[in-house]
């Protein structure tokens, strides 16, 4: 039979790395629609979002490795 809380904590660490993945493709688009005349909030918005999603999975995953060490 599966382990599911294995499953599930695999799963988790999948979802925080998604998190940087869509920030970089929305920082992607934000600096594409600044070139083609759009507003400069784009790729701020783009890059706020991207660092805030690099805090959560750094400090999900960090404390993942310290829960699996103990």
Not at 25 to 45: E, H
Not at 51 to 64: D, E, K, P
């Amino acid at each position: 039979m599966a382990n599911l809380s294995k499953i599930a904590d695999r799963l988790d660490a999948v979802m925080d790395l998604m998190g940087p993945a869509i920030g970089v493709i929305l920082l992607a688009v934000g600096i594409q629609t600044y070139r083609d005349g759009g507003s400069v909030g784009w790729p701020l918005a783009g890059a706020a979002i991207l660092v805030i999603n690099l805090l959560v999975a750094w400090r999900r995953l960090s404390g993942h490795r310290r829960h699996n060490q103990t």
